[in-house]
Each structure stands twice: as C-alpha cells, then as structure tokens.
T-cell receptor, first 114, second 115 residues
Framework: LAKTTQPISMDSYEGQEVNITCSHN???????ITWYQQFPSQGPRFIIQ???TKVTNEVASLFIPADRKSSTLSLPRVSLSDTAVYYC???????????????FGKGTKLSVIP | EAQVTQNPRYLITVTGKKLTVTCSQN?????MSWYRQDPGLGLRQIYY???????DKGDVPEGYKVSRKEKRNFPLILESPSPNQTSLYFC??????????????FGPGTRLTVT
C-alpha cells in the first residue's frame, strides 16, 4: 500500500505562498493524488486532485513531478482562515478486485501568522 | 442540499454496551467509508464499501462491523465497545470508483466516549 510522508507542521505569514510537499515513493501506476483540508472538529474537505504535471483550481495548485514520487500543494497568498491540517492522500488499488483502500497520512498542520 | 449526515453527533457509553452510529448520504454515491481520528494519529480508515452489499476492511477494522444494505446508508456497529474505541468518527461518501475520483464528502463527525 502506498504511504505518504508530510511535514508535521509549518508556519507562514499572511499573504505568503505556502508549499506543502508530500512524499509517496510507492505510488502505483493508477493512483491519483488528492489533498484535503481539515479544520478542528470538522470533517476533511477536498481541495484538489491530480495524476501528473500540474493542476490548478480556484483554491490551490498541485505540482507532480514526472516520477510521481512526491507532490506539492501550493496555496497562494494564505490568510488566517487557511490555518488547518492538510492531508495528502494516495489511492491504493487492492488485490485487483476493483476495491480501493484509501490511506490518509498524519497531515501537516499549517499555522498562518498575522 | 447534498450532504452526509451522522447520528448521534455525541455519545457517551459504557464498556460492552452495543451501539450503532448511523451514516446517510443523499448524493447517490457508490462509495462510502468510515474513519476514526485520534490525536497524533491522523485519520485512519475502518471500513469502506464500494457498493451495496460490498464492504471491505480498512486499516483498523478490529472491534467494528458495518453493513451496506442500501446505497444511501452505511451504519457503523460496535458490538462490544471498549475504552480504546473512544474517538472522533467520520463517515464519508464519494461518487467515483476506480481511479476516477477520490473527492470524498465527509459527515460532521461523531464524538464517542466509552467509559
């Protein structure tokens, strides 16, 4: 099963760009990379998903190098409301039966400082 | 409104007393899953279901049961709860299967305390 490794925590000032990198050395050919955001006592919320190269939406960008062994979530001009835990998720294919076991890592706690 | 609902939101119970946490989604999603979240351990998957009558174990299935008799409902059953099952539980659903999408919609969480 593909596992992920992220920094435990990061600090950033308001208005700065934040890049959070996730390592997933054992990513499988058919796996997608997905990032979630979680505020305290709330369920995680989907941010962005990608397979390779670069994906951008209104909230963030996701950079994935050619070997796909890592990915970087980029949050432009963060604000205090971006303070949250960010999870990198890689989908695992299970025994070829078409079932998928999804594994969250421990996440990166981002603290945005005024 | 598209949503995943869980009940109860808070529950305090005693060791050994069977309980069920319900989960329901109104988005006609195929995929549903249960997670528990503990301090320092992140989110860990308990069970998941790819479709009606199809369930499989996640990372931490011991002490839990699930069933998927209808597409919209995915209850989590603790036959004999123990204090180490004290946790925050989340149910989630997703429309995609295979590699199409992993955008999961999470419920508001159920905080369970077992004394």
């Amino acid at each position: 099963l593909a596992k992920t490794t992220q920094p435990i925590s990061m600090d950033s000032y308001e208005g700065q760009e934040v890049n959070i990198t996730c390592s997933h050395n054992n990513i499988a050919t058919n796996d997608y990379i997905t990032w979630y955001q979680q505020f305290p006592s709330q369920g995680p919320r989907f941010i962005i998903q990608g397979y390779k190269t670069k994906v951008t939406n209104e909230v963030a960008s996701l950079f994935i190098p050619a070997d796909r062994k890592s990915s970087t979530l980029s949050l432009p001009r963060v604000s205090l409301s971006d303070t949250a835990v960010y999870y990198c998720l890689v989908g695992d294919q299970y025994s070829g039966a078409g079932s998928y076991q999804l594994t969250f890592g421990k996440g990166t706690k981002l603290s945005v400082i005024p | 409104e598209a949503q995943v609902t869980q009940n109860p939101r808070y529950l305090i119970t005693v060791t050994g007393k069977k309980l069920t946490v319900t989960c329901s989604q109104n988005m006609n999603h195929e995929y549903m899953s249960w997670y528990r979240q503990d301090p320092g351990l992140g989110l860990r998957q308990i069970y998941y279901s790819m479709n009606v009558e199809v369930t499989d174990k996640g990372d931490v299935p011991e002490g839990y049961k699930v069933s998927r008799k209808e597409k919209r409902n995915f209850p989590l059953i603790l036959e004999s709860p123990s204090p180490n099952q004290t946790s925050l539980y989340f149910c989630a659903s997703s429309s995609g299967t295979g590699e199409v999408t992993y955008e999961q919609y999470f419920g508001p969480g159920t905080r369970l305390t077992v004394t």
